[in-house]
T-cell receptor, first 114, second 112 residues
């Protein structure tokens, strides 16, 4: 089944403790992206990647890092999480950087930083 | 500024009734417009996509329209079902930048 898999689904952590949210897709998609979703603000792009070893900042990149060493994986790294990073996170992938091709979204990771 | 605005923010209807959700955008240059359905706590799922030259697209009981001149789109849901309860998000592609601009969504509740 074609899908984007995120792990974990739920995570509670403490301020300053580094964490990684994994994202993997099995569709051979070139384009991958991370979003956070907060009440009333909609989905905001954190980082995106157009191919292996090619990443760029989205609209809200502060406090996050990403890497794209393999085509299928696009982990999101929080080096020193803070409470304002408490949010619902989505990874998404697309077959092309031409924005006609829609995203396939993961199921989400609900992160709480205390 | 490239923006997507949706209305209403929330909507409650009775099962079996029709409803229409609105999306206005200022994204330019425009590439395409999608409507997504998002169940609570889940990832969005694409319902329809329209390019500049398309003014209507259907997917079962969902029909989307696009007026590229006025930069408006609507999503019409016919004969609503309880399972239609979700958030509906309008997303506009920004041509040439590989960026998608998301609306904040309309939360629909269908009551029995």
């Amino acid at each position: 089944e074609a899908q984007v898999t995120q792990n974990p689904r739920y995570l509670i952590t403490v301020t300053g403790k580094k964490l990684t949210v994994t994202c993997s897709q099995n569709m051979n998609h070139e384009y991958m992206s991370w979003y956070r979703q907060d009440p009333g603000l909609g989905l905001r792009q954190i980082y995106y990647s157009m191919n292996v070893e090619v990443t760029d900042k989205g609209d809200v990149p502060e406090g996050y890092k990403v890497s794209r060493k393999e085509k299928r994986n696009f982990p999101l790294i929080l080096e020193s999480p803070s409470p304002n990073q408490t949010s619902l996170y989505f990874c998404a992938s697309s077959s092309s950087t031409d924005s006609y091709y829609g995203y396939t979204f993961g199921s989400g990771t609900r992160l709480t930083v205390v | 500024k490239n923006q997507v605005e949706q209305s209403p923010q929330s909507l409650i209807i009775l099962e079996g009734k029709n409803c229409t959700l609105q999306c206005n955008y200022t994204v330019s240059p425009f590439s395409n417009l999608r409507w997504y359905k998002q169940d609570t706590g889940r990832g969005p799922v694409s319902l329809t996509i329209m390019t500049f030259s398309e003014n209507t697209k259907s997917n079962g009981r969902y029909t989307a329209t696009l007026d590229a001149d006025t930069k408006q789109s609507s999503l019409h849901i016919t004969a609503s079902q309880l399972s239609d309860s979700a958030s509906y998000i309008c997303v506009v592609g920004h041509r040439g930048t590989y960026k998608y601009i998301f609306g904040t969504g309309t939360r629909l509740k269908v009551l029995a």
